[in-house]
């Protein structure tokens, strides 16, 4: 029990559970500025207007796409904890394993042992 516990102790958890709200909220903010762009921009007659309006779009794509390279740094970082975690939890489930196995075959001779006698 004890293995396990320690198991769980290697993950971290404060860190995960701490982050996990800015990353969702993150995601949140780019999905409400990706759904608010459905309207096309306004159609005028002068060429600058036009223009002008591209430029404002171009800037809030190049915004946007920061946001979004961030919200995915920050995901990979995320999982690449847990990865990490799981990479340990399965090493040691392993030598649980092996434990268990051993103590297995030493209380069957045991029984044998006693049983013979």
């Given at each position: 029990?004890?293995?396990?516990?320690?198991?769980f102790?290697?993950?971290?958890?404060?860190?995960?559970?701490?982050?996990?709200?800015?990353?969702?909220?993150?995601?949140r903010?780019?999905?409400?500025?990706?759904?608010?762009?459905?309207?096309?921009?306004?159609?005028?007659?002068?060429?600058?207007?036009?223009?002008?309006?591209?430029e404002?779009?171009?800037?809030?794509?190049?915004?946007?796409?920061t946001?979004?390279s961030?919200?995915?740094?920050?995901l990979?970082?995320?999982?690449?904890?847990?990865?990490e975690?799981?990479?340990?939890?399965?090493?040691?489930?392993?030598?649980?394993l092996?434990?268990c196995?051993?103590?297995?075959?030493?209380?069957?001779?045991?029984?044998?042992?006693?049983?013979?006698?």
């Amino acid at each position: 029990m004890a293995g396990w516990i320690t198991a769980f102790k290697a993950i971290p958890w404060a860190e995960l559970l701490a982050a996990a709200p800015v990353v969702a909220q993150g995601a949140r903010k780019l999905w409400a500025s990706v759904k608010k762009k459905d309207t096309p921009p306004p159609v005028t007659s002068r060429p600058e207007d036009r223009m002008q309006a591209l430029e404002a779009q171009v800037d809030e794509l190049r915004n946007e796409l920061t946001a979004t390279s961030e919200l995915v740094t920050t995901l990979a970082e995320h999982n690449s904890r847990l990865v990490e975690a799981v990479a340990v939890l399965r090493t040691r489930t392993r030598a649980l394993l092996l434990v268990c196995a051993v103590m297995a075959v030493l209380l069957a001779g045991l029984g044998i042992a006693v049983a013979l006698k």
